[in-house]
């Protein structure tokens, strides 16, 4: 299993930004993985946000997040980041990092091996 330990979410206003990082849990890696953010709203099943490769080259991003937020990996830090720019209220919801078992032009899929999460609140 690849288990990840994300950070950084907060409660913020509409408009405001947040980076939020993942990185892997004791004993894990993500060395080598495509890696995913995905969300959760109300106990809603997951939905993919953004996905990047490993080498970084290839990048998913959900249509209503386009231009807004911008996923990137620095592997030396053994992290992926997700900048989240002008924050709306649908943007809320618990953020999950996973590897992805398929990434293409229009989805991004989980590996569905979660840690605990970090809520994202955009409220005013």
């Known amino acids: 299993q690849v288990r990840a330990v994300e950070s950084g979410g907060d409660q913020v206003q509409p408009g405001g930004s947040l980076r939020l990082s993942c990185t892997p849990a004791?004993?894990?890696?993500?060395?080598?993985?495509?890696i995913g953010w995905f969300r959760q709203t109300s106990g809603d099943e997951r939905e993919g946000i953004s996905c990047?490769?490993?080498?970084?080259?290839?990048?998913y991003y959900k249509p209503s997040v386009g231009g807004r937020f911008t996923i990137s990996r620095d592997n030396a830090r053994h992290t992926v980041y997700l900048q989240m720019d002008n924050l709306k209220p649908e943007d809320t919801g618990m953020y999950f990092c996973?590897?992805?078992?398929?990434?293409?032009?229009?989805?991004?899929?989980?590996?569905?091996?979660w840690g605990q999460g970090t809520q994202v609140t955009v409220a005013s």
């Open positions: 990047i490769s490993w080498i970084g080259g290839s990048k």
């Open positions: 004791s004993g894990s890696t993500l060395e080598g993985y495509a």
């Open positions: 996973a590897r992805t078992s398929t990434m293409g032009r229009d989805s991004c899929r989980p590996v569905p091996e």
